[in-house]
């Protein structure tokens, strides 16, 4: 895996450059890798009053359930996001986060309950957007949406939109978005992020996503990382 650093001036390439950083610090440690690993997990695993331990960091991991949701040139959004959960699973249970995730072919509902029926510590879903019909292929960007009323979601969000603005062409299209409508956010028990992570309908954003899935799942591998408190390695 790679560490890419970015822009090389401004507020871009300074979050650029902390994503490379911690990137390069997680492969160049001396130490064992297993012994890194053990470290981390010790600060994110929860223990009861005689030491057991009673929860370890777990994700259930949502790829979109819409094949009909089509590219501009080749491929779907369930397809493109699975490619990415494909690359996430990997890093996420090599620094000891247990996942879950959803299958093609499931309902939304089916999804949505498999998820509950768990004791996550994050539910995140992952979408490519696209525009309305008036506006088709005119907007471009990463939206990042999380429920108003929960602590968990709102931090999840800000930290998963703070590092894709590293990586993103341009960060200032990166927002984060309170939403009460969207059904993964407001019918999972666990904290919940919904990552549009852009414009499938845009040649830019599609393209962009096409080119750079390995990437993209790094950096959100890396922000759930940070999220459950863990310093993890690619």
């Known amino acids: 895996a790679s560490c890419i650093s970015g822009a090389s001036s401004g507020p871009r390439a300074r979050r650029a450059r902390r994503f490379s950083a911690a990137c390069s610090a997680a492969r160049a440690d001396a130490r064992p890798e297993k012994e890194v690993v053990r470290g981390a997990l010790w600060q994110s695993i929860q223990f009861d009053q005689k030491g057991v331990v009673t929860h370890m960091p777990s994700i259930y991991l949502s790829p979109s359930l819409q094949p009909y949701n089509k590219y ?19 890093i996420l249970e090599k620094n000891g986060i247990a996942v879950t995730r959803n299958t093609p072919g499931m309902t939304l509902g089916q999804a949505i309950r498999q998820s509950n029926a768990g004791d996550y510590g994050l539910h995140l879903a992952l979408h490519s957007n696209a525009a309305p019909e008036s506006l088709s292929g005119k907007l471009r960007g990463p939206d990042v949406y999380y429920y108003p009323y929960s602590t968990a979601g ?21 927002n984060t978005v309170v939403t009460t409508k ?7 028990n666990a904290p919940a992020v919904l990552v549009e992570i852009a414009y ?3 040649v830019q954003d599609e393209a962009w996503i ?3 899935t390995a990437l993209i ?11 459950f408190g863990l310093n993890c390695t690619l």
């Not at 709102?154 to 990166?174: E, Q, T």
């Not at 799942?217 to 999220?227: D, G, K, M, Y």
């Open 72 to 90: 501009v040139t080749t491929g779907d959004e369930q397809y493109w996001m699975n490619v990415i959960a494909d690359d996430m699973v990997p």
């Open 154 to 174: 709102k931090r999840a969000a800000d930290i998963i939109a703070d590092n894709l603005r590293s990586i993103y062409p341009d960060p200032d299209l990166v």
């Open 217 to 227: 799942a790094q950096n959100l591998a890396l922000s759930v990382c940070e999220f």
């Open 210 to 212: 096409r080119e750079n």
């Open 200 to 202: 499938h309908d845009n």
């Open 182 to 188: 969207l059904a993964e956010i407001t019918k999972t």
